[in-house]
Antibody
């Protein structure tokens, strides 16, 4: 069955970076794009960006353009999201999600379990 | 960014009730609207995509409608497992944006 398994919780200091992994199984990794979404306490879900698992092309939200980097390792069927210059407002649960669409508008049919990133001095 | 607004923000209902949640975009998104269900401590689950298409495995009591700026999610007869938070999401353009969520509680 399709699974996206994310790395464990992280505690970081302001100004540091965090890298979250998302390992896919149960399907051919390069068939579908991977998106990253987060939810801070009391806030709505917020999209960070996505990666084309075939060619590695990425697109990021302008809200995170300078701080987020999404990569993938096809040999490991794993996508990564790195967020730099962390601040307290980045405390959130971060999710990866598989994009079921291939040619149509994105829709997320499988999600990782979420990774809590806490930014605190 | 396209702003998505859901109403109501919370809703109390009983098992067997018919409930409707609305989602409004501040500009036309055609039919590029998806609905998710989320339970505490769990990742969101895709219910409806492209405004009205039922995701595989989702019970037929869930339905979606709408286009352009106004959309609805309807649950025809609430079951105990349906009490959760529901989110709409536009995928018409990036950045992809979500509604603030509608919390469906047991009356």
């Amino acid at each position: 069955q399709v699974q996206l398994v994310q790395s464990g919780a992280e505690v970081k200091k302001p100004g540091a970076s965090v890298k979250v992994s998302c390992k896919a199984s149960g399907y051919t990794f390069t068939t579908y794009a991977i998106h990253w979404v987060r939810q801070a306490p009391g806030q709505r879900l917020e999209w960070l960006g996505w990666i084309n698992a075939v060619n590695g092309n990425t697109k990021y939200s302008q809200n995170f353009q300078d701080r987020v980097t999404i990569t993938r390792d096809t040999s490991a069927s794993t996508a990564y999201m790195e967020l730099s210059s962390l601040r307290s407002e980045d405390t959130a649960v971060y999710y990866c999600a598989r994009d079921l669409s291939v040619v149509t508008a994105p829709l997320f049919d499988y999600w990782g379990q979420g990774t809590l990133v806490t930014v605190s001095s | 960014d396209i702003q998505m607004t859901q109403s109501p923000s919370s809703l109390s209902a009983s098992v067997g009730d018919r409930v409707t949640i609305t989602c409004r975009a501040n500009q036309s998104i055609n039919s590029n609207l998806n609905w998710y269900q989320r339970k505490p401590g769990k990742a969101p689950k895709l219910l409806i995509y492209a405004a009205s298409s039922l995701q595989s495995g989702v019970p037929s009591r869930f339905s979606g409608s709408g286009s352009a700026t106004d959309f609805t999610l309807t649950v025809s007869s609430l079951q105990p497992e349906d009490f959760a938070t529901y989110y709409c999401q536009q995928s018409y353009t990036t950045p992809i944006t979500f509604g603030q969520g509608t919390r469906l509680e047991i009356k």
